[in-house]
């Protein structure tokens, strides 16, 4: 068994950071094509034209995601740290790939 007793909490951080920027990045493509489309249907009552905010969400929500990861990252793994300095740390089994012997 191999423990992990600390978590780098910058290392923690840019991983969820770029992980949920990436979602937001799909998320924002996905509610920009969304309201692309169906703000043709609404006529001329929204204030900003539907294709705007389709593309302002495509600018946005990777930004906010981001930055929402990077937070809840470094706060993860500072949570993790404390915990696993009382508790001793997560116990994981590492295990080998069969390698194929060299003749």
Do not use: C, H, R, W
């Not at 423990?3 to 990436?22: M, N």
Request: proline content about 3%; overall charge neutral.
């Amino acid at each position: 068994m191999v423990k992990i007793e600390k978590i780098g909490v910058s290392s923690a951080a840019k991983i969820y950071g770029l992980t949920l920027g990436i979602l937001g990045f799909v998320i924002g493509i996905f509610y920009a094509l969304l309201i692309s489309t169906f703000s043709g249907f609404m006529g001329d009552d929204l204030p900003i034209s539907g294709a705007g905010l389709g593309i302002g969400m495509a600018i946005v929500f990777p930004i906010m995601y981001g930055i929402m990861g990077f937070i809840i990252g470094a706060l993860g793994a500072v949570i993790y740290n404390f915990v696993a300095s009382k508790t001793g740390g997560l116990e994981i089994q590492l295990s080998k790939e069969d390698q194929i012997p060299m003749m």
